[in-house]
């Protein structure tokens, strides 16, 4: 297991972190994605740590409060000092009938960051995170609230989810103007067969060095090697009952077959070599694996020891490339030469 930085900050986490949105299944959506009850919890949670992780994360409309409930029962059964884990957890859902009882304002943040703590049996959060963007809050009020709960010792570092780039660029310039805690890092879908992303927040992760925590790394399992165009999975499993997130299936099914390959020459699954190209991107600080069984979460664990020839990452970037975009194809185009220059100084 190797450790990375996350983002502008001095604390390392592991490459794989411990997603618990499995954890619960309290709700009719929740129920689909998974129903670990306690004790099995304690076993996915014992089986992580032991592999080397040290990161958690979870949030507040998981089961409807129920995920941070057992991973904070988790930890505590299994013992496990605090020092030794990184616990990250997300506020912007709705978490009750309030009409304020939602979104990223300094009132939800204030009070959805203590009905958290409470829930996970915790006197702080490693990693507190705005779950998705609030288009009624403005951005200051949003990074000032936050502010707030790393100065009252709440929160260590605070990060976001599903944000734009403008968005982020724009928190992090008021962040940097008032002198408060930026956002040191964005959870964000990003797959082999999903590389949105590429276009603007890569750009701006890197220039901005804040880390990169990727959801949903298999797709919702569509890359998992269960699926491909004549097979779709069996009756009952998540992707039959709940498609997400959007994924374009020809895509996908074009990268399953040269994962495949890949997979059976070196005699690991697919879902292996899924998260092992997510593992050579520089730009990614941990990826987030969910499990509801032992078996699952090993092979997921397995993917750090898989490593990917320089031709194998070249196929697979192939196959799974964005399609030129305005204006990326222009900068690509008028850049060249510069781009030169710096390879040959040695710069690129």
Not at 48 to 73: K, M
Not at 191 to 202: K, N
Not at 256 to 268: G, H, L, N, P
Request: glycine residues 10%; neutral net charge.
């Amino acid at each position: 297991m190797r450790y990375n930085k996350l983002g502008h900050t001095g604390l390392f986490v592991s490459e794989l972190c411990l997603g618990t949105m499995t954890f619960g299944g309290t709700g009719e959506m929740w129920s689909q994605i998974g129903t670990v009850q306690q004790a099995d919890a304690d076993k996915l949670v014992a089986r992580s740590l032991e592999a080397g992780i040290n990161f958690i994360d979870t949030a507040d409309v998981y089961s409807g409060g129920q995920s941070e409930v057992i991973t904070g029962q988790a930890l505590k059964n299994l013992k496990v000092p605090r020092e030794d884990v990184v616990v990250a957890t997300k506020v912007f859902g709705e978490t009750g009938k309030g009409i304020n009882a939602r979104g990223a304002s300094r009132a939800h943040i204030l009070e959805g960051v203590k009905a958290s703590l409470k829930r996970l049996q915790l006197d702080h959060i490693d990693l507190y995170q705005i779950h998705g963007f609030d288009p009624a809050t403005p951005i200051e009020e949003t990074v000032r609230a936050l502010d707030t709960l790393v100065q009252h010792g709440h929160v260590r570092y605070v990060g976001v989810s599903n944000w734009a780039a403008w968005q982020i660029m724009k928190a992090l310039g008021i962040a940097d103007k008032h002198g408060l805690a930026r956002f040191e890092s964005l959870q964000a879908y990003y797959t082999i067969a999903g590389r949105d992303l590429e276009r603007e927040l890569v750009p701006l992760l890197r220039s901005e060095d804040v880390g990169l925590m990727v959801w949903s790394p298999l797709a919702g399992g569509l890359l998992s090697g269960k699926y491909s165009r004549d097979q779709q999975g069996e009756a009952g499993n998540r992707r039959s009952t709940f498609d997400f997130p959007p994924v374009s299936k020809e895509r996908a099914f074009d990268c399953v077959d040269v994962m495949r390959r890949i997979a059976d020459a070196k005699k690991v699954s697919v879902a292996q070599i899924a998260l092992a190209w997510l593992l050579h991107q520089k730009q990614v600080t941990t990826v987030i694996i969910g499990a509801k069984r032992i078996e699952q979460l090993d092979d997921n664990i397995a993917a750090t020891q898989v490593q990917l020839s320089a031709d194998e990452i070249s196929a697979l970037n192939e196959v799974s490339a964005l399609p030129p975009e305005y204006p990326g194809w222009m900068h690509e185009r008028q850049g060249a030469n510069r781009r030169k220059q710096l390879v040959e100084a040695g710069r690129g």
